[in-house]
């Protein structure tokens, strides 16, 4: 996990970066490949292999995550169907399409039971997943939260906020 | 009332203790539950023993506080010289004048209370904290059913005195947890702003967690202006922490701390068994461990990687205990098992395997079980007389054992768990080293199936292990959440490198001028710099190892999915075939998706008027045309909702016969989800909500 401010801002190569909202701040990653908004305090993990790029933890005890992976072309995941075909596994789902930035995208929204670990966990998930595709794979931003919880503004603020670098 | 030598010296290796007792580890996921599965015949439960603190006391608090004062010089229980320095510790004074008690607060302490704190501790009508109980026996001691005293080796019983003591210095080490996780998730943010919700919350989890603040922190968070204010405050607390271990760590461990960490210490002198029991036990577990590895792939290349330079496999120890006092105490009540790098033990929980233990024993010896094994030294011996409930236990704890090891792998092959133990780096646990065990342990399960995978077919894992094989980015991060929501000792490598530097900024302003600082701070310095070097090959080494596993996740979905395709469809389940296929994404060739499809429809059709049937399938096949981007045919579709129709009837009818049905908002969940796919889905709705409102 890496600090996200300073070191996000300087890393984003922006000669002006864009402003974030109170309690934000813009991240980009190590490659400038894309940025978003994303909770200043919230914990951060990066790069963590595969298509992961970074996810952010909210507070304990009911921890909440914003994820961002990338998807590309003839990769091991598949397209983007069957990325969101494997997220809608174990739980009922809804899935829709939508406009993100007036570009079209694909959303799914998934129920689904933690997996029991440590003793722990087996608490119902809501999972909502954007897809966002272009010419050489697809972009998936995940927001996982507690079902009981009622939904944050924070999702929205991050995928509206999301710009990759063509 | 003598003092514990064992205990007393136990104490000092709380400085990098929560590390050592690296928490962590097995998601009791499946093991609790398969190997606690109902019994054929009729079930026994386990007996809770006497020893969980439900008794009534033999003194009561009202007892304890009566007059008379204690007085030194007439006492009949006279404090030593030795255990004064302990009240001492816990703030009490003796007046050497008038030989009076005084505790922290000033009032006088009776002779009562002074004789009942210096008695044994009794488990049968008191009660302990989960992480005294647990550090305790992580000190060699053990529960004696028959007393319910706590005892070591030599049977000294434990006294309540000492367990407070104990108990105190596990609260300061657990401050010095907490200040520095505080310090890194605040120093990361903006000085001028104010302080975000985030960090009261974190302060609540750190206490939820048992890992206690300093006085008066708590309240200069809630107060602070700014990030500012509060990073001064956590900022001179962490100082306060550092300052009190620094001062309890003698020059001579300096020195030795400053030295080339060698593989394996804190692992090496700790080796003694609580009695002759526990080390037979421990021996035939790990031969049983063996036999079993043996003939899977990654369980044969785990055992291997334990070989001591003649070629001997040296697994850890393998103990059972109960790892809390009640089943239900929080932190490890749960869970099945855990590996602690100081003692290179895996310590097993009575509480999570007992009961399976005597499901699987034969029915007529069940009810004798059932109150003979409420004491843990008595399943000690019924596993070590009984080499086919041991292999049982084995079997059933397979994914659990797996995953410990790793972990008793990782503590073997890294310096950064020797630093943390010589203090050279934050006591934290890296949820990286989690992500390797967990994707390690299923691993072994893949290979577990591929070479037979009939017999797995229904085995609790298989839900996780599929979600693992579909997004591997995904399971890794709930696994991350999961620790992040549950253990306060949580980090990362990145987290702990920036603890690492809070600390060094720390240290940098101890004086240097006072005679021998200069020799400690350049003892200090150096191991740090070992520390430094030793968390950057950890995490070298763990990214490339995720980078290892990410070829060998794409050959694990390969090989899955034809093999369970093929043997879901031998047992009559084309749906759960075409699910496995969905979950493998693009694994798997269109040719094989339109013949599963094709089977699902064909039983679908064969089901007849079974609604609730039909629809788990309809919802695999939805799954499957959402994989495809397929639309379904009008005609299916037109079935399909008629299907969905029919089944919230048959939710809607269960509500009417039973309006106050037991789990009735489960069955108005599923309605409304169903009554959605549906034709009607408003007059079903509308029908819900009229039968969510009747209450009789």
Request: proline share 6%.
């Given at each position: 996990m890496?600090p996200?401010?300073a070191?996000?801002l300087l890393l984003a190569?922006?000669?002006r970066?864009p402003q974030a909202?109170?309690?934000?701040?813009?991240y980009?990653d190590k490659a400038?490949?894309?940025?978003l908004?994303g909770p200043a305090?919230?914990?951060?993990?990066?790069?963590?292999g595969?298509?992961h790029r970074?996810?952010?933890f909210g507070?304990?005890?009911?921890?909440e995550?914003?994820?961002v992976y990338?998807?590309?072309?003839g990769g091991?995941g598949g397209?983007?169907?069957?990325y969101?075909a494997?997220?809608?596994?174990?739980?009922?789902?809804?899935?829709?399409?939508?406009?993100v930035?007036?570009k079209?995208?694909?959303e799914l929204?998934v129920?689904?039971?933690a997996?029991v670990?440590?003793?722990?966990g087996?608490?119902?998930l809501r999972?909502?997943?954007?897809?966002?595709e272009?010419?050489k794979?697809?972009w998936?931003l995940?927001h996982?939260?507690p079902?009981?919880q009622?939904?944050?503004?924070?999702f929205?603020?991050s995928?509206?906020s999301f710009s990759?670098?063509d | 009332?003598p003092?514990?030598?064992?205990?007393?010296?136990?104490?000092?290796?709380l400085?990098?203790g929560?590390?050592?007792a690296?928490p962590g580890?097995?998601?009791?996921?499946?093991?609790f539950?398969?190997?606690?599965?109902?019994?054929?015949g009729?079930p026994?439960?386990?007996?809770?023993?006497?020893?969980v603190?439900?008794?009534?006391?033999?003194?009561?608090?009202?007892?304890l506080a009566?007059?008379?004062v204690?007085?030194h010089?007439?006492?009949?229980?006279?404090?030593?010289?030795?255990?004064?320095k302990?009240w001492?510790q816990?703030?009490?004074?003796?007046?050497?004048k008038?030989?009076?008690?005084s505790r922290?607060?000033?009032?006088?302490?009776?002779?009562a209370?002074?004789?009942?704190?210096?008695?044994?501790?009794n488990a049968?009508?008191?009660?302990l904290p989960?992480?005294v109980?647990?550090?305790v026996h992580g000190?060699?001691?053990?529960?004696?059913?028959a007393?319910c005293?706590?005892?070591?080796?030599?049977?000294?019983?434990v006294?309540r005195l000492?367990?407070?003591?104990y108990?105190?210095?596990?609260g300061?080490s657990?401050?010095?947890m907490?200040?520095?996780?505080?310090h890194?998730?605040?120093?990361?943010?903006?000085?001028?702003?104010p302080v975000p919700p985030?960090?009261?919350?974190r302060?609540?989890?750190?206490?939820?967690a048992?890992?206690?603040?300093p006085?008066?922190?708590e309240k200069?968070l809630?107060e602070?202006?700014?990030?500012k204010?509060?990073?001064?405050?956590v900022?001179k607390?962490h100082?306060?922490?550092?300052r009190?271990?620094?001062?309890m760590?003698p020059l001579n461990e300096?020195q030795?701390?400053?030295q080339?960490a060698?593989?394996?210490?804190?692992?090496?002198?700790q080796?003694t068994?609580?009695?002759?029991a526990?080390?037979?036990?421990s021996?035939a577990l790990?031969?049983d461990?063996?036999k079993l590895?043996?003939g899977?792939g990654?369980g044969?290349?785990?055992?291997s990687?334990?070989?001591?330079k003649?070629g001997?496999v040296q697994?850890?120890r393998i103990?059972?205990?109960?790892?809390s006092q009640?089943p239900?105490d929080p932190?490890?009540g749960?869970?099945?098992a855990?590996y602690d790098?100081?003692?290179?033990?895996?310590?097993v929980n009575?509480?999570?395997?007992?009961q399976?233990?005597?499901?699987?024993?034969?029915?007529?010896e069940?009810?004798?079980?059932?109150?003979?094994?409420a004491d843990p030294k008595k399943?000690t011996?019924?596993?070590e007389?009984?080499p086919?409930?041991r292999?049982?236990?084995?079997?059933?704890?397979?994914?659990?054992l797996?995953?410990e090891?790793?972990?008793a792998?990782?503590a073997?092959?890294?310096?950064?768990?020797v630093e943390?133990?010589?203090?050279?780096?934050p006591?934290a646990?890296?949820v990286e080293?989690e992500?390797?065990?967990?994707r390690?342990?299923?691993?072994?399960?893949h290979a577990?199936?591929m070479?037979n995978?009939?017999?797995y077919?229904?085995d609790p894992?298989?839900?996780s292990?599929l979600g693992?094989?579909?997004?591997?980015?995904?399971?890794?991060?709930?696994?991350?959440?999961?620790y992040?929501s549950?253990f306060g000792g949580?980090s990362d490598f990145?987290?702990?490198?920036t603890?690492q530097d809070?600390?060094?900024?720390i240290?940098d302003?101890f004086?240097?001028?006072?005679?021998?600082?200069w020799?400690?701070n350049a003892?200090r310095k150096?191991g740090m710099?070992l520390?430094?070097q030793?968390l950057?090959?950890?995490?070298?080494?763990?990214k490339k190892?995720t980078?290892e596993?990410?070829?060998?996740w794409?050959k694990?979905?390969?090989?899955?999915?034809?093999?369970?395709?093929?043997?879901?469809e031998?047992?009559g389940?084309?749906h759960?075939a075409l699910?496995?296929?969905v979950g493998l994404g693009?694994a798997?060739?269109a040719s094989e998706?339109?013949r599963?499809?094709r089977?699902?429809?064909?039983?679908?059709?064969g089901l007849?008027?079974?609604?609730?049937q039909k629809v788990?399938?309809?919802?695999?096949?939805?799954?499957?045309y959402?994989l495809?981007?397929?639309?379904?045919d009008?005609?299916l579709?037109?079935?399909r909702r008629?299907?969905?129709?029919a089944?919230?009837?048959g939710?809607l009818?269960m509500?009417h016969?039973?309006?106050?049905?037991?789990?009735k908002a489960?069955i108005?969940e599923?309605?409304?989800?169903y009554a959605?796919k549906?034709?009607?889905k408003?007059k079903l709705?509308?029908?819900?909500?009229?039968?969510e409102?009747?209450?009789?």
């Amino acid at each position: 996990m890496r600090p996200l401010l300073a070191a996000a801002l300087l890393l984003a190569g922006c000669s002006r970066p864009p402003q974030a909202p109170e309690g934000k701040a813009v991240y980009s990653d190590k490659a400038a490949r894309f940025s978003l908004h994303g909770p200043a305090d919230w914990r951060v993990m990066e790069e963590q292999g595969g298509a992961h790029r970074v996810t952010f933890f909210g507070p304990p005890p009911a921890v909440e995550s914003i994820a961002v992976y990338r998807h590309d072309k003839g990769g091991p995941g598949g397209d983007a169907q069957a990325y969101l075909a494997g997220q809608s596994l174990g739980g009922k789902s809804f899935a829709r399409k939508l406009e993100v930035k007036g570009k079209p995208a694909r959303e799914l929204v998934v129920e689904k039971k933690a997996p029991v670990m440590h003793g722990k966990g087996g608490e119902l998930l809501r999972q909502r997943t954007v897809v966002l595709e272009d010419e050489k794979g697809f972009w998936a931003l995940v927001h996982t939260a507690p079902a009981s919880q009622p939904s944050s503004a924070v999702f929205e603020d991050s995928l509206q906020s999301f710009s990759a670098r063509d | 009332m003598p003092l514990s030598r064992a205990l007393y010296l136990g104490l000092f290796f709380l400085w990098a203790g929560p590390a050592a007792a690296h928490p962590g580890h097995k998601a009791p996921e499946g093991h609790f539950h398969v190997f606690a599965a109902p019994a054929p015949g009729r079930p026994e439960t386990v007996e809770m023993g006497a020893c969980v603190g439900d008794k009534a006391p033999a003194k009561s608090a009202a007892e304890l506080a009566k007059p008379p004062v204690y007085e030194h010089k007439t006492a009949a229980d006279k404090i030593t010289d030795e255990e004064l320095k302990i009240w001492e510790q816990l703030g009490y004074k003796l007046d050497k004048k008038t030989g009076q008690l005084s505790r922290p607060q000033g009032q006088l302490e009776t002779a009562a209370m002074v004789t009942w704190l210096g008695d044994p501790f009794n488990a049968a009508s008191e009660k302990l904290p989960a992480f005294v109980w647990m550090g305790v026996h992580g000190q060699g001691y053990r529960l004696e059913e028959a007393t319910c005293r706590l005892v070591n080796a030599k049977k000294e019983a434990v006294t309540r005195l000492e367990l407070k003591v104990y108990e105190w210095w596990v609260g300061r080490s657990s401050e010095l947890m907490a200040v520095q996780s505080l310090h890194a998730a605040l120093a990361k943010l903006d000085p001028s702003k104010p302080v975000p919700p985030d960090i009261t919350q974190r302060v609540r989890q750190l206490q939820s967690a048992q890992m206690q603040l300093p006085d008066g922190l708590e309240k200069q968070l809630l107060e602070a202006k700014n990030v500012k204010d509060a990073l001064a405050a956590v900022d001179k607390a962490h100082e306060a922490s550092l300052r009190f271990w620094d001062g309890m760590m003698p020059l001579n461990e300096l020195q030795k701390a400053a030295q080339p960490a060698v593989l394996g210490y804190g692992q090496a002198g700790q080796k003694t068994y609580f009695d002759a029991a526990e080390a037979r036990l421990s021996h035939a577990l790990r031969q049983d461990v063996l036999k079993l590895f043996a003939g899977n792939g990654p369980g044969s290349e785990l055992m291997s990687r334990f070989k001591d330079k003649k070629g001997v496999v040296q697994l850890p120890r393998i103990t059972i205990w109960k790892v809390s006092q009640r089943p239900d105490d929080p932190g490890y009540g749960r869970s099945a098992a855990f590996y602690d790098s100081s003692q290179d033990a895996i310590v097993v929980n009575y509480w999570a395997i007992t009961q399976g233990v005597i499901n699987a024993a034969p029915e007529t010896e069940r009810k004798r079980l059932s109150k003979e094994l409420a004491d843990p030294k008595k399943l000690t011996a019924y596993l070590e007389a009984n080499p086919a409930a041991r292999q049982a236990f084995v079997e059933a704890t397979d994914l659990t054992l797996y995953h410990e090891l790793t972990h008793a792998w990782q503590a073997r092959r890294s310096k950064a768990s020797v630093e943390q133990t010589r203090g050279n780096l934050p006591a934290a646990n890296p949820v990286e080293e989690e992500h390797e065990a967990f994707r390690d342990e299923y691993r072994y399960f893949h290979a577990k199936i591929m070479a037979n995978p009939q017999k797995y077919l229904n085995d609790p894992h298989m839900s996780s292990y599929l979600g693992m094989l579909s997004n591997y980015d995904e399971f890794r991060d709930g696994i991350t959440r999961m620790y992040l929501s549950n253990f306060g000792g949580t980090s990362d490598f990145p987290t702990i490198k920036t603890m690492q530097d809070n600390r060094r900024g720390i240290f940098d302003r101890f004086p240097g001028w006072a005679p021998g600082s200069w020799l400690r701070n350049a003892l200090r310095k150096q191991g740090m710099k070992l520390g430094d070097q030793a968390l950057a090959q950890a995490e070298t080494d763990s990214k490339k190892r995720t980078k290892e596993f990410e070829v060998e996740w794409g050959k694990m979905r390969k090989e899955a999915g034809p093999r369970l395709i093929a043997v879901y469809e031998k047992a009559g389940e084309p749906h759960k075939a075409l699910l496995a296929g969905v979950g493998l994404g693009g694994a798997l060739p269109a040719s094989e998706l339109d013949r599963l499809e094709r089977a699902t429809l064909k039983q679908i059709a064969g089901l007849k008027d079974d609604s609730f049937q039909k629809v788990q399938r309809w919802e695999v096949l939805e799954k499957a045309y959402d994989l495809r981007g397929k639309d379904m045919d009008p005609k299916l579709d037109k079935t399909r909702r008629a299907d969905y129709s029919a089944v919230v009837r048959g939710y809607l009818n269960m509500l009417h016969d039973n309006p106050a049905h037991p789990e009735k908002a489960g069955i108005v969940e599923w309605a409304k989800t169903y009554a959605l796919k549906s034709d009607d889905k408003d007059k079903l709705l509308e029908e819900i909500r009229k039968a969510e409102a009747t209450k009789r």
